[in-house]
């Protein structure tokens, strides 16, 4: 694959953002209110580590994927639980996903239509994508990047106006520990995804230069995430913030603006979707490579359709179930879950570490 050294930061920013500036926003705001810029920093930051982790395991073997090398770190069933953990983890994301694409249009543009039609509708796009394989994906981030930009940049101008700066200092008043501690751990597990980059080889070459921008790309998320929550306490408040489903949209239906500008939504709506589609289509090619290693290959032409029904079927089961669902979307057991396999880099980081140093010591003496 031809890639610039910017391309995967693009990929990163959009896969990122394509979940966290639409959901986790309001989350923070029900949750921790206004210390939830403590959470955001916290949750960030530990993130990040995770995220070094990643990069190291992944430069072990540069040149090979880390499905392949895996086996020589922690042995060969426990490499493959950790691949069907992987592999689960990725088509229940996807259809969450899906079921979130669901919600949003069944409320606001296709009511009456039937959840089933429109998760086939979905579950066909991101079969197709994810098929294309990861080069694909990354240039079709690329196409999206820069409009993704200057629609975030416009949404922020609208929320400035209305924004009550005299409420500022309840950013500081406010402290809850336990809480702030809590949240920075589900924020963790919204910033913490980098074990799927793993998957970028041997498209792309692992090594230490990648850090930096996946890094850099890592900010510029907890940034957007940052200023709109913020932004979205300034102009409704805490307590219609936390009712806001879609405060990016929300703010834009509200605008004074009648002109071009204040009637955006359908942009931001495609672009959601779009970025949408990149997330789950890059979570099933995963779960896909996991797949074809776990199978040795078997029926290979046949994993991507199988597992984007498996998280349609999931996504339906949700949308007969939405009690079910809303419990498991806010339950802090899942979070944890969640993020048991967000750090599986580091468990094969360190076993390695102490593997090869084991092994250096023993060539010394």
Same mark, same amino acid.
């Given at each position: 694959?031809?890639?610039?050294?910017?391309?995967?930061?693009?990929?990163?920013?959009?896969?990122?953002?394509?979940?966290?500036?639409?959901?986790?926003?309001?989350?923070?705001?029900?949750?921790?209110?206004?210390?939830?810029?403590?959470?955001?920093?916290?949750?960030?930051?530990?993130?990040?580590?995770?995220?070094?982790?990643?990069?190291?395991?992944?430069?072990?073997?540069?040149?090979?994927?880390?499905?392949?090398?895996?086996?020589?770190?922690?042995?060969?069933?426990?490499?493959?639980?950790?691949?069907?953990?992987?592999?689960?983890?990725?088509?229940?994301?996807?259809?969450?996903?899906?079921?979130?694409?669901?919600?949003?249009?069944?409320?606001?543009?296709?009511?009456?239509? %039937?959840? =089933?039609? +429109?998760?086939?509708?979905?579950?066909?796009?991101? #079969?197709?994508?994810?098929?294309?394989? &990861?080069? @694909? !994906?990354?240039?079709?981030?690329?196409?999206?990047?820069?409009?993704?930009?200057?629609?975030?940049?416009?949404?922020?101008?609208?929320?400035?106006?209305?924004?009550?700066?005299?409420?500022?200092?309840?950013?500081?008043?406010?402290?809850?520990?336990?809480?702030?501690?809590?949240?920075?751990?589900?924020?963790?597990?919204?910033?913490?995804?980098?074990?799927?980059?793993?998957?970028?080889? %041997?498209? =792309?070459? +692992?090594?230490?230069?990648?850090?930096?921008?996946? #890094?850099?790309?890592?900010?510029?998320? &907890?940034? @957007? !995430?940052?200023?709109?929550?913020?932004?979205?306490?300034?102009?409704?408040?805490?307590?219609?913030?936390?009712?806001?489903?879609?405060?990016?949209?929300?703010?834009?239906?509200?605008?004074?603006?009648?002109?071009?500008?204040?009637?955006?939504?359908?942009?931001?709506?495609?672009?959601?979707?779009?970025?949408?589609?990149?997330?789950?289509?890059?979570?099933?090619?995963?779960?896909?490579?996991?797949?074809?290693?776990?199978?040795?290959?078997?029926?290979?032409?046949?994993?991507?359709?199988?597992?984007?029904?498996?998280?349609?079927?999931?996504?339906?089961?949700?949308?007969?179930?939405?009690?079910?669902?809303?419990?498991?979307?806010?339950?802090?057991?899942?979070?944890?879950?969640?993020?048991?396999?967000?750090?599986?880099?580091?468990?094969?980081?360190?076993?390695?570490?102490?593997?090869?140093?084991?092994?250096?010591?023993?060539?010394?003496?």
């Amino acid at each position: 694959m031809r890639t610039s050294k910017w391309q995967l930061f693009r990929f990163t920013l959009i896969y990122f953002s394509s979940q966290t500036t639409i959901f986790l926003i309001p989350t923070i705001i029900t949750s921790s209110s206004y210390q939830g810029w403590i959470s955001l920093f916290v949750g960030c930051g530990l993130s990040l580590i995770v995220l070094w982790f990643t990069i190291h395991l992944g430069k072990l073997k540069s040149d090979q994927a880390w499905v392949s090398f895996g086996k020589d770190i922690v042995g060969k069933w426990v490499h493959k639980f950790m691949l069907v953990l992987l592999l689960s983890w990725c088509v229940y994301y996807a259809s969450f996903d899906i079921e979130n694409f669901v919600l949003f249009f069944a409320s606001n543009y296709l009511r009456g239509t %039937p959840p =089933l039609f +429109i998760q086939c509708v979905i579950g066909l796009v991101i #079969m197709y994508t994810a098929s294309l394989g &990861f080069s @694909t !994906i990354v240039y079709m981030s690329d196409g999206i990047f820069l409009i993704f930009i200057i629609a975030i940049t416009f949404t922020f101008y609208l929320f400035i106006p209305g924004a009550d700066f005299n409420m500022l200092p309840a950013f500081l008043h406010y402290h809850d520990p336990g809480l702030a501690i809590k949240d920075s751990i589900m924020v963790m597990t919204w910033f913490a995804e980098w074990v799927v980059f793993l998957f970028v080889a %041997p498209d =792309l070459k +692992i090594e230490i230069k990648m850090l930096k921008r996946l #890094m850099l790309a890592g900010i510029c998320v &907890f940034l @957007t !995430i940052l200023i709109g929550w913020m932004l979205t306490l300034l102009n409704f408040g805490p307590r219609l913030g936390q009712e806001l489903q879609y405060p990016f949209l929300e703010m834009i239906r509200s605008s004074s603006f009648d002109d071009l500008l204040g009637n955006s939504d359908p942009l931001l709506i495609g672009l959601w979707s779009s970025s949408m589609f990149i997330h789950s289509s890059f979570l099933i090619y995963v779960a896909f490579r996991c797949a074809s290693y776990l199978t040795k290959g078997r029926g290979k032409k046949y994993l991507i359709p199988g597992l984007t029904v498996i998280s349609i079927a999931i996504a339906y089961y949700y949308s007969r179930n939405l009690a079910t669902y809303f419990k498991q979307y806010n339950s802090f057991t899942v979070v944890i879950l969640w993020l048991i396999i967000e750090c599986i880099p580091v468990y094969y980081t360190i076993i390695a570490f102490l593997r090869f140093r084991k092994k250096e010591n023993k060539t010394t003496r």
